[in-house]
């Protein structure tokens, strides 16, 4: 096993599945101990046994990013289980509009939001004070491209990205002195259920989204958990605010 980052400590939402799984399984390869929360106990759980099973170490929480109190239980929990946060991934998120903005409904958008965006303040809110009282940590975001850019059909999930963005760059304004990094990731196409969901598993529909960026292919959650890996390392220690676009060429 790998060293990079022994004798730390990682959280991960959203990390029973697709690139939160990934993740978690890299940081752990790298020898980080892993918190895995998910929505999904049983997923969370999957992805804890996994690591506990290539020999790593995790433990693994059901809670939902929108809850405070749950979050803040979450972070509770990792520090009684090893003193101490080092990365965050705030991962965690949802896409559920098939429509434009005047067919969004309320639901809809308030789900959206209080999952992609609120969750990932939420976490931020109570993982930036146990990293102020440790001299610092990193902190990476989990927006997409379409943070950055427009994109049809899914309005609030596009506004909630955007606001991660702005997020991101605020926090990394406001902690940078204090030793923490805050990044985002945007991730294009990349193959995990969020993906199926939306997109089903046809062939050439796969082969049309994949011809949509430089490199035709369509991503895959280790392509995304690559990038976080290298934000959380000493390899980026003068990167802070950036958006790292992982969409292999799509909005170059
Ligand atoms: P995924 O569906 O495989 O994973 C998302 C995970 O988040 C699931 O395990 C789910 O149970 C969990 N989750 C959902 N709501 C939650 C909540 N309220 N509290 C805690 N956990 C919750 O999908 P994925 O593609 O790996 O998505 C991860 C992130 O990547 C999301 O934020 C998504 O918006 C973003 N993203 C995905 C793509 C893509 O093409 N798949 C592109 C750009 C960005």
Request: contains cysteine; glycine residues 12%; proline residues 3%.
């Amino acid at each position: 096993m790998a060293t990079a980052f022994a004798g730390k400590v990682a959280l991960v939402t959203g990390g029973g599945s697709g690139m939160g799984r990934a993740t978690a399984l890299a940081f752990a390869r790298e020898g980080a101990r892993v918190m895995v929360a998910d929505i999904h106990a049983r997923n969370a759980g999957e992805t804890a046994r996994m690591i506990a099973d290539a020999g790593g170490e995790a433990r693994d929480a059901q809670m939902d990013v929108s809850r405070p109190a749950e979050v803040e239980a979450l972070i509770e929990a990792t520090i009684t289980a090893w003193g101490r946060l080092d990365y965050a991934f705030n991962n965690a998120g949802i896409n559920i509009e098939h429509g434009p903005v005047a067919d969004c409904a309320e639901e809809q958008w308030d789900r959206v939001m209080a999952i992609n965006l609120k969750g990932v303040w939420l976490c931020m809110k109570y993982e930036i004070p146990r990293m102020l009282a440790a001299g610092g940590g990193c902190i990476v975001n989990n927006a997409s491209i379409v943070g950055l850019t427009g994109s049809r059909n899914t309005p609030a999930y596009v506004a909630s990205k955007h606001g991660i963005v702005g997020l991101t760059r605020a926090a990394a304004l406001e902690y940078g002195r204090a030793g923490i990094r805050v990044n985002a990731v945007c991730p294009g196409a990349i193959k995990t259920q969020m993906y199926l969901d939306r997109e089903g598993d046809d062939p050439e529909n796969n082969a049309r989204i994949a011809a949509a960026n430089a490199l035709n292919r369509l991503g895959s959650p280790d392509d995304v958990a690559g990038a976080v890996l290298w934000l959380c390392s000493d390899a980026s220690a003068f990167v802070t605010g950036h958006c790292l676009v992982v969409d292999g060429g799509e909005i170059v």
